[in-house]
């Protein structure tokens, strides 16, 4: 048995061998499984800052190459570790919902939750503009379990 990663998502640090093209290095990938086997698969469409994926998925085989990939936290909902304080002024409060996404790089981007004053219902709004942020950041997001409610 290989020891391949765990399915989620990751950055590359390196190409991989025999699908450079396909997979460079410093691009976000999700490592997945279908019929016991392993596939990497690049992002497909980006839909309220969540990447979606699709086809084609390559095969993995490589156990040396799974190791060079950075894992990443799930995209979703955290509360932020601390204030985030913007040059030029403005500034997000410490515990703050924001919403992680990522870029096509791999890189942590995130959107904070808004209230609308003047909004009928009781929901909490993401911009579809964010802030990229350090891998420092990322790693210390607190997770917060939103309930996620599908429409009937």
């Known amino acids: 048995m290989l020891d391949l990663p765990e399915n989620g998502l990751y950055r590359t640090t390196t190409a991989m061998p025999g699908h450079e093209d396909a997979f460079p290095a410093d691009v976000l990938v999700y490592i997945g499984e279908k019929s016991g086997q392993k596939f990497v698969v690049r992002p497909g469409q980006n839909r309220n800052n969540r990447w979606y994926w699709g086809e084609p998925t390559t095969v993995m085989r490589s156990p040396t190459w799974g190791r060079t990939l950075k894992r990443l936290p799930s995209e979703g909902f955290y509360t932020l570790p601390e204030d985030l304080n913007f040059e030029g002024g403005g500034r997000w409060l410490k515990n703050a919902i924001v919403q992680l996404g990522y870029n096509a790089q791999g ?46």
């Open 107 to 152: 890189q942590g981007i995130i959107f904070v939750g808004e209230s609308r004053d003047t909004a009928t219902d009781n929901a909490l709004y993401f911009s579809d503009r964010g802030m990229l942020i350090s891998d420092e950041l990322l790693e210390r997001l607190v997770w917060a379990p939103i309930l996620p409610v599908r429409a009937h």
